[in-house]
Antibody
Framework: QVQLQESGPGLVKPSQTLSLTCTVS??????????WSWIRQHPGKGLEWIGY???????FYNPSLQSRISISLDTSKNQFSLKLKSVTAADTAVYYC???????????????WGQGTLVTVSS | DIQMTQSPSSLSASVGDRVTITCRAS??????LNWYQQKPGQAPKLLIY???SLYSGVPSRFSGSGSGTDFTLTIDSLQPEDFAIYFC??????????FGQGTRLEIK
């Protein structure tokens, strides 16, 4: 069974770049045809899909964040990463990585999640 | 983007009760509606996908129905472990995926 684990700084200063990594175990991000997503949850609020990357490297981003984000694969480490630039306090959230449950399709249905990591934007 | 509105925002119930949570989409989404359960400090867990398909390992007391813009999640005979927050999510307009704001199910 695939497992995901987020890692990265818990505190980022305003205007800087937030960088997170998701390490995948029990599956290969370079050969298993799945879409890998980042999703965030503002404190006490609902969920916001950030974007995803396919095992081929193709990416799709939330239009509301598109100008500030990039998602990439590191196949040598079986990881995928999120970079969100020019952060503000509004980017404070728990960030989750997740996998789409349908092989080979962007079904937009997430059956495997990391535990989440809280990122606070503050000086 | 498609807006997802859940009601109620919070709900109190007792063990053994039957509860229903509603989710309404701002436009038709066919049957592309998923439900998740989230407990404090945990990631959401997929319960139901495509409106009514029960995800592997999810107890049969959970069920979903609806189509178009109106959907429901029903939990029969509430168990202590069911008290959590429930989110709906549309997967119709992929990749513009959107979630409801959540319904908090509390013990009465």
């Amino acid at each position: 069974q695939v497992q995901l684990q987020e890692s990265g700084p818990g505190l980022v200063k305003p205007s800087q770049t937030l960088s997170l990594t998701c390490t995948v175990s029990g599956g290969s991000i370079s050969s298993d045809p799945y879409y890998w997503s980042w999703i965030r949850q503002h404190p006490g609020k609902g969920l916001e899909w950030i974007g995803y990357i396919y095992y081929s490297g193709n990416t799709f981003y939330n239009p509301s964040l598109q100008s500030r984000i990039s998602i990439s694969l590191d196949t040598s480490k079986n990881q995928f990463s999120l970079k969100l630039k020019s952060v503000t306090a509004a980017d404070t959230a728990v960030y989750y990585c997740a996998r789409d449950f349908q092989e080979g399709a962007a079904a937009g249905t997430f059956d495997s999640w990391g535990q989440g990591t809280l990122v606070t934007v503050s000086s | 983007d498609i807006q997802m509105t859940q009601s109620p925002s919070s709900l109190s119930a007792s063990v053994g009760d039957r509860v229903t949570i509603t989710c309404r989409a701002s436009q038709t989404i066919s049957n592309s509606l998923n439900w998740y359960q989230q407990k404090p400090g945990q990631a959401p867990k997929l319960l139901i996908y495509d409106t009514s398909s029960l995800y592997s390992g999810v107890p049969s007391r959970f069920s979903g129905s609806g189509s178009g813009t109106d959907f429901t999640l029903t939990i029969d005979s509430l168990q202590p472990e069911d008290f959590a927050i429930y989110f709906c999510q549309q997967s119709y307009n992929t990749p513009r995926i959107t979630f409801g704001q959540g319904t908090r199910l509390e013990i009465k």
